[in-house]
Structures are given as C-alpha cells and as structure tokens.
C-alpha cells in the first residue's frame, strides 16, 4: 500500500471517528478546550475549573442518557469565591417549557417551576425567558467570546400605594446590587441542537457598563 493511500485512509478514519463524537452530545468538552486553546483569553483558569466540574457533577452523562431536542447549559462561576454553579434545560421541540430541569445535578420539576397561574406580568419579566423560543433567539445571537448576557430587568414590587421616592432608591439599591454580583460573573452557555445538528458555545466575561430596565410589579394588579 502506496504512502499516499496510508495517509488518505488514515484521514478518513480521523473525519469518521470526528464524526461519530459529534453525534455525541459531550463533544462540548472538546469545543471548549479547542477554543480555550486556540484563544488565550484573560482569566481562561475560570472557564478551565467550569470544564473540570462537569465530569464529577455527572452533566456528560446526563447529556449522553436525557432523550431532548434542545439543550441549553448555563455554568457560572464566581471570579471571587470560585463558587460554580450548573443549570440544565432539556427541551422536546413542541413544549414550550423544559421536559427536565436541573440545578446544581439536582432534578427540579419544571412544572412547579415555572407555574404562572395568573400571574402573567411577572411571568413575563421571569421565567418568560426561560422557556423555549426566548432561548433560541437568545443563544442564536451569541458570539464564541463575549460580555454576559445577563438578565436586565429589575423588578420593584409596590403595594396599593405608590411611593415613587421609595421605589427609586429600591431601583437603585438593586441596580448596585446586581453591578456587585455580575462584575465577579463568568459563563459558559451551551447549546446543543440535535433538530440541527448544532452545537453552539459561549464564554461570557463580567461587562464593563450595565443596562437595567426597572419593571413596577404589583402582585394585586397581575392577573
């Protein structure tokens, strides 16, 4: 057998097996440190003990056995605690809410999670955007490497009576709040499409401006 033909068999075998590992779903792990490898980005020691927690937190597994169309991944990590934290969406093409939802390895019924009953105003400044075409859009603009895509609504409840002073000094008590806890924020968000084929990554660093959108919210008017 010519050198050549070696080679080309070789190569072939390579593409097959690459293609065979993509068919499965923990191929994120080879994504993440291909691009961690190729791009050295600043505090990349974050996002590498993200990666080393999935294994021990059983997500590849998870991932390999929880039959899903769609699969979305938020893992977070504090920059200062180095706390890590997991959440895992896995969604059938025509529900709107997730078939299963786990937070931190552990199963949470979606059902009780995101019950709105008739609290429909609040449900659409909360988990609204936790079910599935919310999702897809947002994970269809993220880029590989980028600021957090974060949240921005701050919701201020209010009673019968209004106390316009109160609630901007409630806005802005908040707004400091959130700036604390997002500056010491680093993700990766994941998605894995299999109505697709697709499997979309995202490293997310702390902004350096934020933008809130304050919501009045009164639980005696939402209905």
């Known amino acids: 057998m010519s050198i050549a033909r070696l080679i080309f068999l070789l190569l072939l075998v390579s593409v097959f097996k690459i293609s065979l590992a993509q068919d499965k779903v923990n191929n994120i792990d080879i994504i993440c440190q291909t691009f961690l490898n190729e791009n050295p980005i600043p505090n990349h020691t974050l996002f590498q003990k993200i990666i080393a927690q999935r294994k021990p937190n059983h997500l590849l597994t998870r991932l390999d056995t929880i039959t899903a169309d769609y699969v979305f991944i938020i893992e977070t990590i504090n920059s200062k605690s180095e706390a890590i934290s997991i959440e895992e969406y896995y969604f059938i093409k025509e529900d709107t809410i997730p078939k299963k939802y786990y937070a931190d390895s552990q199963?949470?019924?979606?059902?009780?999670?995101?019950?709105?009953?008739?609290?429909?105003?609040?449900?659409s400044l909360t988990r609204y955007w936790e079910t599935l075409n919310p999702m897809l859009r947002?994970?269809?603009?993220?880029?590989?490497?980028?600021?957090?895509?974060?949240?921005?609504?701050?919701?201020?409840?209010f009673g019968c009576v209004v106390f316009e002073e109160?609630?901007?000094?409630?806005?802005?008590?908040?707004?400091?709040?959130?700036?604390?806890?997002?500056?010491?924020?680093?993700?990766i968000l994941t998605l894995v499409d299999k109505v697709h084929h697709r499997t979309i990554v995202s490293f997310q660093i702390p902004p350096q401006t934020f933008n809130f959108i304050v919501r009045r919210y009164s639980p005696e008017g939402d209905f």
Do not use: H, V
Not at 114 to 122: A, I, L, V
Not at 138 to 157: A, C, E, H, M, V
Not at 166 to 187: P, V
């Open 107 to 123: 199963f949470y019924s979606p059902k009780r999670i995101y019950r709105n009953t008739e609290f429909e105003y609040y449900f």
């Open 138 to 157: 947002k994970f269809d603009t993220l880029q590989p490497y980028q600021t957090l895509s974060y949240n921005p609504f701050i919701i201020i409840s």
């Open 166 to 187: 109160i609630e901007a000094m409630q806005a802005a008590e908040e707004k400091n709040k959130r700036i604390k806890e997002l500056e010491k924020i680093y993700q």
